[in-house]
């Protein structure tokens, strides 16, 4: 074999390498992203249905419901144009309340109720999220007049 050969296969051979590296990475990134959606978004089954994302909206008033056991709590999150059940089991946020802003990481069951894993609230009077704030005025634009989706 010549020595312009074996350079090549060199070449080759560290490039291949690099391919596989590079697919292992992204395909770890990718199983460890999670995507914010809206409850529109939800409503219109752009969520994954088998893997874990994040929701965010306001937590509608009169929605939340405390279980006996003391931990497990339901509520209904909007961007005023659809609604999305959700319910978490553990300690919410010292801020979470009713009409504030929330994001829950979790996924969706068969039934169409977001099981979530984790709460986060906002953290003071002048913040949200900038994609659930984008959310809701887009869905402020598009159902303007509209009454939400049940």
């Known amino acids: 074999m010549k020595p312009r050969h074996k350079k090549l296969l060199w070449v080759l051979g560290g490039l291949?390498?690099?391919?596989?590296?590079?697919?292992?990475?992204?395909?770890?990134l990718d199983k460890n992203l999670n995507y914010f959606y809206s409850p529109t978004q939800v409503a219109n089954?752009?969520?994954?249905?088998?893997?874990?994302?994040?929701?965010?909206?306001l937590v509608v008033d009169g929605s939340l419901k405390r279980q006996t056991d003391g931990l497990t709590?339901?509520?209904?999150?909007?961007?005023?144009?659809?609604?999305?059940?959700v319910r978490y089991k553990g300690?919410?946020?010292d801020l979470f309340k009713e009409g504030k802003s929330v994001v829950a990481q979790g996924k969706l069951d068969a039934g169409g109720l977001f099981v979530a894993d984790q709460v986060l609230a906002k953290h003071?009077?002048?913040?949200?999220?900038?994609?659930?704030?984008?959310?809701?005025?887009?869905?402020k634009k598009l159902n303007?007049?509209?009454a939400p989706k049940p």
């Open 124 to 139: 003071d009077e002048n913040y949200m999220p900038p994609e659930a704030a984008k959310a809701l005025e887009d869905a």
């Open 73 to 85: 709590v339901e509520f209904v999150v909007t961007d005023t144009a659809s609604n999305i059940p």
């Open 91 to 93: 300690i919410l946020p």
């Open 45 to 57: 089954h752009e969520a994954p249905a088998n893997r874990s994302f994040r929701l965010g909206g």
């Open 16 to 28: 291949s390498l690099l391919g596989v590296a590079t697919w292992l990475v992204l395909n770890a």
């Open 144 to 146: 303007a007049g509209k």
